[in-house]
């Protein structure tokens, strides 16, 4: 196996690499000559007093370590691969009590409670209601958009903008936000809140949000006080929504109102963040890719959602530690060790996806690992991320038609979310067609 050819410290998990774009071009040389590959890092960097992590880059591997929670741990380090270099140790252990953080048998208990909020059938029963959400959401960025501002300062590019918006803030956060309102029975006016409490946790590495891990930390615990308060009013007054069901009767396989608590820190960030970064990477594929927006104005594929998912990958990585000696991908990885699933690299490699740098929304069969890579971790709510990102880009479809790019996205600064903070769109039917762009483009 031969050496990669990186710069001198380059490394995955750099938040100025992110917002800058995902290193595709690098995962592909990892792919090729190491794809089980030591990272160093300076000590305490990461918020871990470690020297390092394992690169792990290739499909088949990170989907072994996803699948064997008895070797590779989402407890012991958490499943976040980089904080930021302040945090103390016992901020990062709290967090050992989202089901995102535990390893079975208790992930196992919490996770056979939850996903009773996430049957088909339940699921299927608030498709209506996202539906109709979905277009109220689309006709009021139509009716509110600007009509005679030129937004290209802010957005760095293009030609005018009539009826220009911000796709992100007008559009793709909305529906997330308001699906776990609708599941969860979150009064609609309180989504603000949860789409704020959710920004400051998930991004206290981009420096325009001015967030530390202290505004970080107190915005958790307002979402779960928030969401205690919420269970202990249903324990009371039970309603028709997933919350009676999970809290209603403590003590019988159900959820104590502390770990509902956190079971909404999950959904705000693990499921409105991913959700709303594939919503808007999508638009902006589909804009820069104008051959499939016209495919998928006409024939509407139902494997348009995975392979959004798949080309946007907005979870770039998850870790897990070691719990013993292991080999994997030809080196021997230690207990203690902490391992990065890179589901960027995973979703382009070309031993399990043919032309995986082509954005086709009929790819079928199309195995990424988005959603992550199966085992006890693999997303709970996928066929409600489907749905919304079906239910929206059908409304998108009908009553957009003609939107259009007039600036380059803007990206979240981060070391393991594939973010886009703003995207600015013109309704105006273009007067040509936009080039499509390459796979550093997603």
Known sequence: MSCPH??????????????????????????????VWWCSQPAGISGFDDEGYWVVTRHADVKY??????????????????????????????????????????????????????????????????????????????????????????????????GSFDFVTRVAVELPLQAIAELIGVPQEDRSKIFDWSNKMAAYDDPEYAITEEVGTEAAMELISYAMNLAATRKECPA???????????????????????????????????????????????????????????????????????????????????????ELGGQR???????????????????????????????????????????PHFCLGKSLAVMEIDLIFNAVADMMPDLRLIGEPRRLRSAWLNGIKQLQVSTAAPDRGIESTGPEGH
């Open 240 to 326: 028709k929504d997933i919350v009676s069901q999970l809290v209603a009767a403590e003590g019988q396989g159900n959820l104590s109102s502390d770990e509902f608590g956190f079971f909404v820190i999950l959904l705000a960030v693990a499921g409105n963040e991913t959700t709303r970064n594939a919503i808007s990477h999508g638009m902006h594929a589909f804009l820069t890719h104008p051959d499939q927006w016209e495919l998928y104005k006409r024939e509407r594929p139902k494997t348009t959602a995975e392979e959004i998912v798949r080309w946007a990958t907005p979870v770039v990585s998850f870790q897990r530690t070691a719990t013993q000696d292991v």
């Open 6 to 35: 990186l710069p001198e410290g380059f490394d995955f998990t750099d938040p100025d690499l992110l917002q800058a774009r995902v290193p595709h071009p690098e995962f592909a040389e990892m792919r090729q000559t190491a794809p």
């Open 65 to 162: 370590v996803s699948t064997h929670p008895e070797l590779f741990s989402s407890h012991t380090n958490t499943a976040i691969i980089r904080f930021n270099e302040s945090i103390g140790r016992d901020q990062i252990d709290v967090q050992k009590l989202i089901m995102l953080n535990m390893d079975p048998p208790e992930h196992t208990r919490v996770r056979q409670i939850v996903q009773r909020g996430f049957t088909p059938r339940a699921v299927r029963s608030l498709e209506q209601a996202l539906r109709s959400r979905a277009r109220s959401i689309v006709e009021s960025a139509l009716a509110t958009a600007d009509p005679g501002t030129n937004s290209d300062a802010d957005s760095g590019g293009g030609s005018g903008a009539d």
């Open 333 to 375: 990885i230690r207990k203690g060790d902490r391992v990065g699933m890179f589901y960027s690299s995973a979703n382009n490699d070309p031993e399990v996806f043919e032309n995986p740098e082509t954005f086709d929304i009929t790819r079928d069969p199309n195995p990424h690992l988005g959603f992550g890579g199966g085992g």
